[in-house]
């Protein structure tokens, strides 16, 4: 029985004619070479090689063997070119759901450092309600789904991804735009521009309020963050949003100021209970928890306040 090794020391032979040649091309030592042949022929008990003219050359008795070699040879050589591909992601789809408000701009974050580790990996991004969620996982429609809520469902895990937090966001031309922190009762005699209270940022938004007695009017509801974003830049309202959703927001659009109350929330990460995570999934669950964190750390917002 020849292990991987040696049949590996047969070909370098066979490539390069000489035991010196060999070992050249192995990147070991010559007497090794000689030793492990010996130890090879002694052990198959046929001669493999004989010397012609100062080579070695394929034996004659040792023809059918040497066919045998080339054929393993070429499978280690399918079997490393497979695994290269693997390794950078060729002929692979990675598919993901995401919440709108991780999948505007900490998605695309995360994205732009696993398509640097993987080149070739593919990748399908779908924006879901929160509702829809779940049927992606169990529908076999993605492999991970980002969350802003846990869901009690056997068949579904449940991680921690990170901690977000609200922040007011106003046209850089409202009263309010030169504040450096605001609270709640400083927003209450303006218009809100908010989303459904049976969301999770919603309820929050509104505890708030609530929580102070304070009197509120939303005059504007939209269902995503984006569109919030929006309304709020052509100055028909302030808004409490997710720190994650105006990360990219330039300062010339919306100011971003910091709420004095706690607004933290948690996010998931959600897969299937019954298969484990593959590399790419596990990769960019990371990268997503990378680019959450800092953005948490630059203040909230994921960029300097102007």
Do not use: W
Not at 65 to 81: D, H, R, Y
Not at 102 to 119: G, T, W, Y
């Amino acid at each position: 029985m020849l292990t991987l090794r040696q049949i590996e020391v047969v070909r370098a032979v066979m490539l390069s004619g000489s035991i010196a040649g060999a070992a050249r091309l192995l990147n070991v030592a010559q007497p090794g070479v000689s030793r492990t042949m010996k130890h090879i022929e002694a052990t198959i008990g046929i001669r493999l090689f004989a010397r012609r003219g100062g080579r070695h050359v394929p034996a004659v008795e040792a023809r059918d063997v040497f066919e045998q070699l080339q054929a393993v040879n070429e499978k280690i050589e399918n079997l490393n070119a497979a695994i290269r591909q693997l390794h950078a992601g060729a002929d692979v789809e990675l598919r993901i759901g995401s919440v709108p408000s991780i999948a505007n701009v900490m998605v695309p974050r995360a994205i732009e450092k696993l398509r640097r580790r993987f080149p070739g990996l593919r990748v399908t991004i779908d924006v879901l309600k929160i509702e829809e969620a779940i049927d992606h996982l169990l529908l076999g429609r993605g492999e991970v789904v980002l969350m802003s809520q846990r869901y009690t469902n056997a068949s579904i895990v449940f991680d921690d991804l990170a901690r977000g937090r609200l922040v007011c966001i106003v046209a850089p031309t409202h009263p309010l735009a030169g504040m450096a922190v605001i609270a709640a009762r400083d927003l209450a005699p303006y218009p809100l521009i908010g989303i459904d209270p049976r969301d999770p940022y919603g309820r929050i938004m509104t505890d708030l309020f609530e929580r102070d007695g304070l009197a509120y009017t939303i005059t504007i509801r939209a269902r995503f963050g984006t569109t919030v974003c929006a309304l709020v830049k052509q100055n028909l309202g302030v808004a409490l949003i997710d720190a994650f959703t105006v990360a990219d927001s330039p300062a010339s659009d919306l100011v971003v100021i910091p709420l004095a109350e706690p607004t933290d929330f948690p996010t998931f990460v959600a897969h299937r209970a019954d298969t484990s995570l593959s590399s790419f999934a596990t990769a960019f669950v990371g990268f997503v928890r990378q680019a959450m964190e800092e953005a948490m750390e630059q203040g909230g917002s994921g960029r300097a306040r102007r």
